[in-house]
Each structure stands twice: as C-alpha cells, then as structure tokens.
C-alpha cells in the first residue's frame, strides 16, 4: 500500500480507475517502477477489455465526445505501437506482444461503441 488508510477515502466517481484521497500533502515517486499486472488467461483479459470500453464509451458519450473514422481506425494501431514499441513491450516476448493487441483490440471497441451510441443518438 503507498498511502495509510487513517483518514483516507475512496473518491467513487469515476467509473473506472477510482481514486483515493488522503489529507494532508502527497508526493509522487519520480524514480521508481510499479509493476501493476497479474497473469490471466485470453479469456479474461478480453472479457475486461468488453467491460472496460463499454464504461468508457458511456463517459466518452457524457462527455459529449463524438466518433471520428480517423479515430476509429487510427486510434488502435497507435495504442499497439505506444505499447509495443515506445514502452518496449517487444522487450518481453510473446508476453508483450498479446498485451499489446489487447491494448488494440480495447481501443477499438471503445470507438466503435461511441460510434454505435452516436448512431443510437441520431435515430433518437
């Protein structure tokens, strides 16, 4: 844990990625590596990849963001080569590799689903 839970609350508004907030002042480590991932099968990590885009099509939509064709086809092949290559994911093999088309393929269903919720919107 990198922060004592006395005084500490959980800020729930986000749909994913929630939050804590602690009082007094942070710090943040400038150095330092936090390695945030645990094995789990296709399956799984595909399954989060569905939930996942979904709740953030849904905040994109709130957010009034609308679907672009350069976006929907662009987006995902520069999500796999900021991975892959940038964070040098290629540095860990077959490993890297699946994890970077995952990476991919969340992208890409989190444009085509603000895309199908803004065709939705339009017959509405």
């Not at 709130?62 to 609308?66: A, D, M, N, P, V």
């Given at each position: 844990r990198l922060f004592r839970?006395?005084?500490?609350?959980?800020?729930?508004?986000?749909?994913?990625?929630?939050?804590?907030?602690?009082?007094?002042?942070?710090?943040?480590?400038?150095?330092?590596?936090l390695l945030h991932r645990r094995e789990i099968s296709v399956e799984e990590d595909l399954?989060?990849?569905?939930?996942?885009?979904s709740l953030k099509a849904v905040t994109l939509v709130?957010?009034?963001?609308?679907p672009g064709l350069v976006r929907l086809v662009l987006s995902p092949f520069g999500n796999f080569l900021k991975?892959?290559?940038?964070?040098?994911?290629?540095?860990?093999?077959r490993h890297g590799f699946v994890y970077s088309m995952s990476v991919m393929i969340y992208s890409f269903a989190t444009e085509a689903k603000l895309y199908e919720a803004s065709q939705r919107d339009d017959k509405a």
């Open positions: 839970r006395e005084g500490a609350t959980m800020d729930l508004t986000a749909r994913v990625h929630e939050s804590v907030r602690v009082p007094g002042e942070t710090d943040t480590i400038e150095d330092g590596v399954a989060r990849a569905n939930a996942y885009s709130e957010k009034g963001k609308k991975f892959y290559l940038a964070k040098r994911y290629f540095l860990c093999g």
